[in-house]
């Protein structure tokens, strides 16, 4: 098996003018940082990687296996036509939280609703990149244009911190076609902090996952059950 090693700082590079529109609306820091552009990284994938790889899985460091992860490859066969990514929702109301105006403004929205008839936002741990997909929809390539993201965040009052989950959780309001969820056991979130935060009478109607976890996600530093 081959293995091949990507320079941070290069990928930064390609990476920057692709992103850097929206750092403003989904970076921590105020201001737009240059470094802030790895957390990008996902959404612009298929415009870095070389034409021949056509799909690929991006996972955040914070996980534990239960089985092979070989087996979360063959969900790139479960995409609906018109899919470009596969990721799991996410599993609190943060984004209950984040576009408290829009709901607000919009009482009968599921925007930020939890499963299974709500949109409660995506989680970027577990991410299935079908870059020759991504590279092929038209629809998901104006959506990384600077004009676009403004009009959105403009239409969901929307300013987050988390990076790439933030973009994607937003486009899925406006388009969930561009998205196959998986199952919240290929990405079973453990962080709790929202419900000691204000939303401990809804946090369970988020965080419950039936079946047996195949990927444990210690998010928020916490830790992951042992065997």
């Given at each position: 098996?081959?293995?091949?090693?990507?320079?941070v700082?290069?990928?930064?590079?390609?990476?920057?003018?692709?992103?850097?529109?929206?750092?403003?609306h989904?970076?921590?820091?105020?201001?737009?940082?240059?470094?802030?552009?790895?957390?990008?990284?996902?959404?612009?994938?298929?415009?870095?990687?070389?034409?021949?790889?056509t799909?690929?899985?991006?996972?955040?460091?914070?996980?534990?296996?239960?089985?092979?992860i070989?087996?979360?490859?063959?969900?790139?066969?479960?995409?609906?036509?018109?899919?470009?990514?596969?990721?799991?929702?996410?599993m609190?109301?943060?984004?209950?939280?984040?576009?408290?105006?829009?709901?607000?403004?919009?009482?009968?929205?599921k925007?930020?609703?939890?499963?299974?008839d709500?949109?409660?936002?995506?989680?970027?741990?577990?991410?299935?990149?079908?870059?020759?997909?991504?590279?092929?929809?038209?629809?998901?390539?104006?959506?990384?244009?600077?004009?676009?993201?403004?009009?959105?965040?403009?239409?969901?009052?929307?300013?987050?911190?988390?990076?790439?989950q933030?973009?994607?959780?937003?486009v899925?309001?406006?388009?969930?076609?561009?998205?196959?969820?998986?199952?919240?056991?290929?990405?079973?979130?453990?962080?709790?902090?929202?419900?000691?935060?204000?939303?401990?009478?809804?946090?369970?109607?988020?965080f419950?996952?039936?079946?047996?976890?195949?990927?444990?996600?210690?998010n928020?530093?916490?830790?992951?059950?042992?065997?």
């Open positions: 098996s081959q293995v091949i090693v990507h320079d700082n290069e990928l930064t590079e390609k990476l920057f003018p692709i992103v850097e529109a929206m750092q403003k989904f970076s921590a820091g105020s201001g737009t940082y240059y470094s802030d552009s790895i957390f990008f990284l996902s959404v612009a994938m298929h415009r870095i990687m070389p034409k021949e790889i799909q690929i899985i991006q996972v955040d460091l914070d996980l534990k296996y239960k089985t092979n070989r087996d979360l490859f063959d969900e790139f066969d479960n995409f609906p036509e018109g899919a470009v990514i596969g990721i799991a929702r996410e609190q109301p943060v984004y209950r939280h984040t576009f408290w105006q829009y709901r607000r403004e919009n009482p009968k929205t925007v930020g609703e939890p499963p299974p709500g949109l409660p936002g995506f989680n970027s741990g577990v991410l299935l990149l079908n870059l020759e997909a991504m590279r092929q929809s038209k629809l998901y390539n104006q959506l990384l244009e600077p004009t676009m993201v403004q009009k959105l965040t403009e239409k969901y009052h929307f300013k987050g911190h988390l990076g790439d933030d973009f994607f959780t937003m899925g309001m406006e388009h969930p076609e561009l998205f196959h969820v998986l199952d919240c056991t290929w990405n079973r979130q453990l962080c709790t902090w929202w419900r000691d935060h204000g939303y401990s009478d809804v946090f369970d109607q988020y419950q996952c039936e079946g047996e976890v195949k990927i444990y996600h210690g928020c530093n916490t830790p992951i059950p042992e065997d």
